[in-house]
């Protein structure tokens, strides 16, 4: 293996370790864990929601989809999008509302 890339790979990985140190300090509780201790904002808590929702998804399930049916399959990513703001329209306030009342952690709790 090069030397630059070994340099590269041992620094990225330090400062991986050095994020997950330092956010480990912080955390005190399994609220901090779970849930970033509730003080996410609105859209990093969608987006991240969204991206572990549809992750698979949309990695192998919508190109398979669309090199399976052709290009005509292109409703499915416009019926994604529209039930995706669907849900956060109709259903993320009233839901955020419910866990916060229950102090829930997942949905299932």
Not at 21 to 33: I, N
Not at 85 to 108: E, G, H, I, P
């Amino acid at each position: 293996m090069r030397m630059h890339i070994f340099i590269s790979l041992a620094f990225y990985f330090s400062v991986l370790i050095g994020i997950g140190f330092y956010f480990y300090r912080r955390s005190t509780h399994a609220d901090d864990y779970f849930l970033g201790g509730r003080t996410l904002g609105k859209w990093v808590a969608a987006i991240s929601a969204q991206a572990s929702d549809m992750s698979g998804w949309l990695l192998m399930g919508l190109p398979g989809a669309v090199y399976a049916q052709g290009m005509p399959a292109i409703w499915i990513a416009i019926g994604l999008f529209a039930g995706t703001f669907a849900n956060w329209k109709c259903v993320a306030q009233r839901l955020r509302a419910y866990t916060m009342r229950l102090d829930a952690l997942t949905l299932s709790i």
